[in-house]
């Protein structure tokens, strides 16, 4: 258990551009601060139970992100590292080469800090992570080790990734900042898939400035990825960040599920949406009644996909797969393909209608999840807020905002227009800003 009001030294909570500007200076500090990382999670694990596997070299190598540890959700493959995509099946699976992301990541001269914990094969069944906050509550899932790696000050960016809701609704319930971008921004070669129309990879950081240099650096295509849709350059300053646009226009949706978020989930965002009126942004309330239907259709295409991938191993290793992915492959296989393509053309037509629906606007503003991280490690949280912004592939950030009533960290989300990533993360700078929240890092008991 943990103090939700404690808070860590400040070096635990310092952001990738900020470790960079102090190892421009002190090349002692660039030459350690992976090894003072390595000892945090060796004390934190206990508890924590972030990691599948930490790494035995944080060797600093050249590069631009030189110094800088980098969790990876374990279902991404590792050639120096076991990647068991959180299954029995694959416990001492070494791939045999990197994903594309990782290897980018070893040539950026980022030190690969270990596997992070993931749900079975990115979907239901949970791993053993608890929340850094109160460990009797979820990380949220399926980047569950991804986010609260980060929100425990072990390392300053990890990477997730998301089919329903795996990065944005972690990081809200971990008081971190996620970032989904759009969908093909980053090339999935050598990451585990559940729906490859849905898959997507994204990142966990401390601050905007931190997850848009991620991006700025990670996204690419790859002849080997499909789906991969490149977004247009940009570049990340060092020592400025991404420059915030200034008084956005935000739209805010709330869905007809509004009246399901908890109390304090409601009292957050309209206390955020309040200052940020009051900090100059323009905002108009406007619903967006057809996405009310994108429930069914993401669950469709997911389920009829995720049943293409993993039928076989779930007949043949039916002692080593959970009852959440027997299910999923159940319900795909009572899907038939008039279902299955009537889904894929509402994915395309509210994919489609995106830019009427943005006009106007810098952004749409909502809430990541219905309020705090469920009591229990059973469950990791509903993903409806997520899921219709991984449905159309665009873009969202999931920002702190506030605690609730059990002390656990609540957040706001920020959505923008299909491939606009660096437009959106400049929005994000400015609500950050606006909202000058900082949730701190918890201290984490040793003793359970």
């Given at each position: 258990m943990t103090d939700p009001t404690a808070r860590s030294a400040p070096e635990s909570g310092a952001g990738v551009l900020e470790l960079l500007r102090r190892f421009k200076d002190d090349q002692s500090l660039a030459d350690h601060y992976a090894t003072s990382c390595l000892e945090k999670a060796k004390a934190a694990e206990p508890v924590l139970r972030a990691f599948e596997y930490l790494p035995v070299d944080v060797a600093r190598r050249p590069g631009p992100l030189s110094g800088i540890p980098v969790a990876i959700k374990d279902i991404i493959a590792t050639s120096d590292m076991p990647t068991t995509n959180g299954s029995r099946i694959y416990r001492d699976h070494i791939p045999d080469r990197d994903a594309w992301v990782v290897e980018r990541l070893r040539n950026l001269g980022a030190t690969i800090f270990g596997k992070t914990v993931s749900t079975e094969f990115a979907w239901r069944h949970p791993g053993p992570t608890t929340n850094p906050w109160n460990a009797a509550?979820?990380?949220?899932?399926?980047?569950?080790?991804?986010?609260?790696?980060?929100?425990?000050?072990?390392?300053?960016?990890?990477l997730g990734t998301q089919t329903l809701g795996s990065v944005i609704r972690p990081a809200a319930f971990n008081g971190v900042v996620g970032l989904k971008p759009s969908f093909g921004a980053i090339p999935r070669t050598g990451v585990h898939p559940l729906s490859p129309s849905l898959d997507h990879v994204g990142f966990f950081a401390r601050r905007v400035d931190d997850v848009a240099l991620a991006?700025?650096?990670?996204?690419?295509?790859?002849?080997l990825d499909p789906h991969?849709?490149?977004?247009a350059a940009f570049h990340v300053d060092a020592d400025q960040g991404v420059p915030p646009l200034d008084r956005p226009r935000l739209r805010i949706v709330r869905f007809e599920k509004w009246a399901r978020a908890e109390p304090e989930q409601q009292k957050v965002f309209e206390a955020a949406v309040a200052k940020l009126r009051e900090a100059g942004a323009i905002v108009e309330e406007r619903e967006w009644e057809e996405l009310d239907s994108n429930w069914s259709a993401v669950n469709t295409i997911m389920s009829s996909e995720a049943t293409h991938i993993f039928n076989g191993l779930v007949e043949r290793y039916p002692d080593r797969t959970s009852d959440f992915l027997k299910s999923a492959v159940t319900a795909g296989k009572e899907l038939t393909a008039f279902a299955y393509l009537g889904a894929k053309a509402t994915q395309d037509r509210l994919r489609s209608a995106l830019p009427a629906q943005m006009s106007g606007f810098d952004a749409i503003l909502t809430v990541p999840a219905f309020g705090e991280a469920p009591e229990g490690l059973d469950y990791t949280g509903d993903a409806e807020y997520c899921a219709p912004w991984t449905l159309i592939g665009a873009p969202s950030v999931s920002l702190p905002a506030g605690f609730g009533k059990k002390g656990l960290p609540l957040g706001i989300q920020a959505v923008g227009s299909y491939r606009q990533d660096y437009r959106l993360l400049r929005v994000a700078k400015w609500i950050e800003g606006a909202l000058r929240f900082d949730p701190g890092t918890p201290t984490i008991s040793t003793v359970k």
């Open positions: 509550h979820t990380p949220g899932g399926s980047s569950s080790g991804s986010a609260a790696a980060v929100a425990a000050g072990i390392v300053p960016l990890a991006l700025s650096l990670l996204a690419a295509a790859s002849e991969g849709r490149p977004l």
